[in-house]
């Protein structure tokens, strides 16, 4: 695919009774650009992905898809891939199951074997999902969002509760998927992940983009002799005055 822009975001707004979650959030991410979403609890990065994918109405705005408003034409959202934070998938249905079940559900269909195999998953087919652990569990989330083989990719908190070595596994796959044309977006509370896998990053806060760099940008915001991503996101939410 070509450079140009994949993902276009323009005056999102969202509120609910109790809280504001976005705040005027637009933002351009273009072909091939790994994008890190990061924030604190709250900041409405959950929201910005459910919007993305159609779950939720904004109050305010828009959303694009290579050039397409959403709201013109809902098979767009069909063409992204998605594996959210939590997913309450029935424990008893098996991975092939769910597998295929995902892949009949598309026009569009990757190698389900290659997936598979490329998430050394191929020996778990027949398992049942709820008894799997949890670093399989969040391979096979990750599978059934690849099963349309989008060219955008967006994943909630990839790697939460994961052990050390799964969650390198899990790098290191999103890391070779992503690498040529593909784009992602990514939301995550870990700031060695989103050094490993993006080149820029946005900082949210109270439903506002308060940063939108790359990492080496980033990093110049950080205290003399502390730099690394973790300390400029710190830096950053203190200049805005982060509780």
């Known amino acids: 695919m070509s450079k140009g822009v994949a993902l276009e975001i323009v005056g999102l707004q969202k509120s609910y009774p109790d809280a504001l979650a976005l705040s005027n959030v637009s933002l351009q991410i273009e072909n091939g650009q790994a994008v890190g979403i990061i924030g604190p609890n709250g900041a409405g990065k959950t929201t910005l992905i459910e919007i993305i994918m159609g779950l939720t109405k904004p109050d305010l705005g828009s959303v694009s898809i290579n050039g397409q408003d959403i709201r013109d034409d809902a098979n767009l959202t069909a063409t992204l891939g998605v594996q959210l934070q939590e997913a309450n998938l029935f424990p008893r249905v098996t991975v092939g199951k769910y597998i295929d079940l995902f892949g009949k559900l598309y026009d569009t269909q990757a190698n389900r074997d290659k997936i598979l195999a490329d998430l050394d998953l191929l020996s778990h087919v027949d398992k049942k999902f709820g008894d799997l652990s949890g670093g399989l569990k969040q391979r096979v989330l990750l599978a059934l969002s690849l ?28 890391k070779e998927w992503h690498v040529g044309s593909r784009t992602l977006l990514l939301t995550s509370h870990f700031m060695d992940e989103v050094e490993r896998l993006c080149d820029r990053v946005v900082v949210l806060n109270r439903g506002r983009v308060v940063a939108d760099d790359t990492v080496p940008n980033l990093l110049s915001h950080a205290p003399a002799g502390k730099d690394t991503l973790q300390s400029a996101y710190s830096f950053l939410l203190e200049g805005v005055g982060h509780e």
């Open 147 to 174: 099963i349309n083989n989008p060219d955008i990719l967006l994943l909630d908190e990839p790697t939460t509760g994961l052990d050390p070595v799964a969650r390198e596994d899990l790098w290191s796959f999103i």
